[in-house]
């Protein structure tokens, strides 16, 4: 059984930094990717960033040169450094786990977390 435990949401201030964890415990197998996705107050949820088993990433247009998302595959964690905030980054962020469904007939299977609050307020 795998558990993803998110830390770091906090209130903070316009042009302030934060710096998200996300650790993964159990047995992860076929890992894809993990990332960051992050749910307003009466909007859709939406992807913020990507990292591949690879190391490849991706962010969404409004976070790019912003945040940077990385991660220690020793520790199973994956981390996102948020700089420069804006109050349209408050959000709950959640972290996610992709994996392979299974190895015979592909697919691919989700783990999320429970979320961490970030609020950039003055």
């Known amino acids: 059984q795998v558990q993803l435990v998110e830390s770091g949401g906090a209130l903070v201030q316009p042009g302030g930094s934060l710096r998200l964890s996300c650790v993964a415990s159990?047995?992860?197998?076929?890992?894809?990717?993990m990332g960051w996705y992050r749910q307003a107050p009466g909007k859709e949820r939406e992807l913020v960033a990507t990292?591949?088993?690879?190391?490849?990433?991706n962010y969404v247009e409004s976070v790019k040169g912003r945040f940077t998302i990385s991660r220690d595959n020793a520790k199973n964690t994956v981390y996102l450094e948020m700089n420069s905030l804006k109050p349209e980054d408050t959000a709950v962020y959640y972290c996610?786990?992709?994996?392979?469904?299974?190895?015979?007939?592909?697919?691919?299977?989700?783990?999320w977390g429970q979320g961490t609050q970030v609020t950039v307020s003055s």
């Open positions: 996610n786990v992709r994996t392979l469904l299974t190895r015979q007939y592909g697919g691919t299977y989700d783990y």
């Open positions: 159990g047995s992860i197998f076929g890992l894809i990717a």
């Open positions: 990292i591949t088993s690879g190391g490849g990433t």
